[in-house]
């Protein structure tokens, strides 16, 4: 049983590297690295609070790759890497089409995610009980951002927190779990995300 990345379209790489090459001097060379472009979805507030027994799937949607890139230090850079808006492209294929490289992220907090990343990869990959494909998962309104294993066999999808935090995950808890069944993390952000709802913004 292991992580299974899904492929990256030749076009996402080279929107990534066109990006890296016209972006702003950042003091270091960095290299993409493939192994850890991911797709990204993100789930928005209302659909989640209103989620009641659906599949996670019927209610997110891809918005990106997220493309990283690394220099000799360590140092990494997260690209985003969408779609060109009303271009042309194959039904039901978002990201065949054209893309290009929208924004580009770096610091301490994108060296502690992946570092947390890789720390997933190399410990706990091999001892996964079913094949997954990782995936990053964002609900933008909550500030969360995750990895998602789903789960390629039809069995139980697996989240990986990153930078994220939940009050319902760590009430009663000493520490937070480093991995939870998709169920228990959709039930606390669930709540989060109901009483972020009732909030006067979004009145």
């Known amino acids: 049983m292991a992580l299974s990345p899904r492929p990256v379209g030749s076009n996402i790489t080279r929107a990534f590297s066109q990006g890296l090459n016209e972006a702003p ?22 659909n989640l609070a209103n989620l009641n027994g659906q599949n996670i799937d ?16 360590g140092d990494v850079v997260i690209g985003e890497v969408t779609t060109v808006h009303k271009a042309p492209r ?44 990782p995936r990053m998962l964002r609900i933008p309104g909550l500030l969360v951002t995750t990895i998602w294993l789903k789960s390629k066999t039809g069995g139980k999808d697996l989240v990986v927190p990153l930078h994220t935090k ?7 808890k000493e520490k937070e779990k480093e991995v939870y069944a998709m169920d228990e993390f959709l039930t606390a952000a669930r709540e989060a995300a109901q009483e972020r709802l009732k909030s006067e913004i979004y009145d």
């Not at 003091?27 to 990204?40: I, K, T």
């Not at 019927?58 to 230090?73: F, G, I, M, R």
């Open 90 to 133: 194959p039904a039901k294929q978002l990201f065949d089409g054209p893309v290009r490289m929208t924004s580009l992220s770096h610091g301490d907090v994108i060296n502690s995610v992946y570092k947390r990343t890789k720390v997933l990869h190399s410990q706990h990959a091999s001892g996964l009980q079913d094949d997954y494909e």
């Open 58 to 73: 019927d209610v997110v949607k891809q918005a990106a790759w997220q493309c990283v890139a690394e220099s000799e230090n």
């Open 25 to 46: 001097d950042l003091g270091s060379e960095f290299e993409p690295n493939d192994s850890y472009h991911l797709p990204a979805y993100t789930l928005s507030l209302k």
């Open 166 to 172: 939940l009050p319902a995950l760590t009430k009663e």
